[in-house]
């Protein structure tokens, strides 16, 4: 997706809620070098998800701190956690439990702490849980998603936010009694509150997937020119590629991966629910063929 004006105070606010979070003195430093970065490389033709990589890489740098997201992390996955009962009785109960797991996916999407209609901590998340368990899906391609899914033997689950992640356990487990291998994909370093590669080890990811890949870089969403050659060849032999969250679409919406793509996402913001032809706060799950 091409980096609209939108993106320029929601980038900005980000850059804020993170220096915040450090909370290190160093809040002016951060958002100067965010700042400087974003006026040397801001250009409507390039990609939005490229463009706030560089920008987080200046205030990280500026920062001197890995990862200034971990607390709420933590936090966020204790949070899910909770949920693991709930969501299973409401798969179990469901006339279509696929359906039904792809709607609990989405759900946590709303788990990306300090950007556009999403919540800013995982207590918030307490509040609004029943709710977003009754949003029907704006985009429904569930039923194509499980024609594609019956003729491949192979997955490739990118994920997006801690928290989040415990979510997309139940749709994945569903994948692979199906006879599926799932190789999932996380972040290659720390960036937002993106699930890392500790982050994953925390809360032992790799032991509900057949194989766990990272994106091999610190970058928003998935930048197909940075990844490594394994990850490359799970891409090219998968079936389907299932990418969560919004940094995601972004980062591989303009590419051509020659495997079908089911971006499932909340589209929580106008430049990227306009994108997809939604209205803001959209649950989607589109198939791109």
Same mark, same amino acid.
């Given at each position: 997706?091409?980096?609209?004006p939108?993106?320029?105070?929601c980038?900005? +606010?980000?850059v804020l809620? =993170? ?5 290190? +003195?160093?809040?002016?430093e951060?958002?100067?070098a ?6 040397e490389v801001?250009?409507? #033709?390039?990609?939005?998800a490229?463009? @706030?990589? =560089? ?12 990862d200034?997201?971990?607390d709420?992390?933590?936090r ?8 693991e009962?709930r969501?299973k009785e409401?798969?179990d109960n469901?006339?279509d439990?696929?359906? @039904?797991?792809v709607?609990?996916?989405i759900? +946590? !999407? ?6 556009g209609?999403?919540?800013? %901590?995982p207590?918030?998340?307490d509040?609004?849980?029943? %709710?977003l368990?009754?949003?029907e899906?704006?985009?429904d391609?569930?039923a ?8 491949s *033997? ?5 994920f ?5 992640v415990?979510?997309d356990i ?15 994909v ?6 937002? !509150? ?6 994953? #080890?925390?809360?032992?990811?790799e032991?509900?997937?057949?194989r766990?890949?990272t994106?091999g870089?610190?970058s928003?969403?998935v930048d ?6 394994e ?8 079936g ?5 969250g919004? @940094?995601n679409?972004? *980062? ?9 793509v089911?971006?499932m996402?909340k589209?929580k ?7 997809? +032809?939604?209205?803001?706060?959209s649950?989607?799950a589109?198939?791109?063929p």
């Open positions: 997706m091409k980096h609209r939108e993106c320029i105070p980038l900005l +606010g980000r809620f =993170q220096s915040k979070l450090a909370n290190n +003195g160093r809040e002016v951060s958002t100067e965010a700042l400087k970065t974003y006026a801001i250009s409507k #033709e390039k990609n939005s490229r463009l @706030a990589t =560089q920008v987080h890489r200046s205030s990280y740098d500026a920062l001197g701190v890995r200034p997201y971990s709420l992390k933590i966020a996955d204790r949070t899910a956690a909770r949920y009962e969501i409401f798969i469901s006339d439990r696929f359906r @039904a797991a709607k609990v996916a759900l +946590g !999407n709303i788990m990306d702490f300090g950007a209609i999403a919540i800013d %901590s207590e918030e998340f509040e609004l849980f029943e %709710s368990l009754k949003m899906l704006t985009v391609d569930t194509e998603m499980m024609k594609v899914l019956g003729l *033997s192979s997955a490739v689950y990118i997006d936010n801690c928290g989040e415990l979510f139940p749709l994945i487990q569903m994948i692979r009694d199906m006879g599926v291998r799932v190789i999932g996380v972040r290659g370093e720390p960036i937002l !509150n993106d699930v890392a590669a500790e982050d994953a #080890e925390r809360i032992g990811l032991h509900r997937l057949d766990m890949l994106t870089a610190f928003i969403g197909m020119g940075k990844i490594g050659a990850l490359r060849d799970e891409i090219e032999k998968a389907l590629i299932i990418a969560k919004m @940094a679409f972004e *980062s591989l919406g303009e590419e051509d991966l020659g495997t079908p089911a971006y996402l589209a913001c106008r430049p990227v629910a306009s994108e997809l +032809g939604v209205g803001v706060g649950n989607v589109k198939l791109i």
